[in-house]
């Protein structure tokens, strides 16, 4: 029998394959397996993390309400999913409350210590693909070469300073390292 996340990664997939653009292999996979590491280290709830990774930009991947409020819409489909699912309730809100505070965008509090894994696993994630975010500054926002630049860094600086202060300091060497290499005034 398949587990509830091998059923819930089958569904994102299938929705990946009708968006344009592989959110799968340039983003949520390694937002899910920070996630699970993450979950693996602070203790945390292993399948809760893991749903929602898969869940958190859902979403934008089914093309489902504006890309903007993608958290809240995501959250959505979380709660529709798992309760036709029959997963039960009070884990089912736990998913969605990671999903719909996840963006570094949310000013307000991460309650639970899963909500805090997600959305570190997310901004982690950029720092996993970085040419996915060169990528966005000059061919999907067709920046120019310093604009770019300074799109890049800015948001990877954005990145870190949101993390929490736990996964600032796990993350300290490899960013240090990174902004030495790319970005040399
Ligand atoms: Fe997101
Ligand atoms: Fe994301």
Redesign the pocket.
């Known amino acids: 029998m398949k587990t509830i996340v091998e059923i819930i990664k089958e569904k994102l997939l299938e929705y990946s394959k009708k968006d344009g653009y592989d959110r799968w292999n340039n983003h949520i996979k390694y937002v899910f397996q920070n996630a699970q590491e993450l979950a693996m280290k602070r203790n945390a709830d292993m399948e809760i993390c893991e749903l929602a990774a898969l869940f958190?930009?859902m979403s934008?991947v089914a093309e489902f309400g504006p890309k903007e409020e993608?958290?809240k819409y995501?959250a959505q489909m979380a709660h529709s999913i798992l309760t036709e699912l029959g997963y039960p309730k009070e884990k089912t809100e736990l998913v969605e409350k990671c999903v719909l505070h996840?963006?570094t965008d949310w000013n307000g509090s991460r309650d639970t210590m899963e909500e805090k894994i997600i959305a570190d696993a997310?901004a982690i994630a950029h720092f996993d693909k970085i040419p996915g975010l060169f990528y966005l500054a000059y061919a999907k926002r067709k920046l120019p070469l310093e604009e770019g630049t300074e799109f890049v860094k800015n948001k990877l600086i954005g990145d870190y300073n949101k993390l929490s202060p736990q996964s600032q300091k796990e993350l300290k060497e490899r960013f240090d390292n990174i902004m030495r290499v790319l970005f040399v005034n």
């Open positions: 958190h930009d934008m993608h958290p995501g996840h963006s997310d």
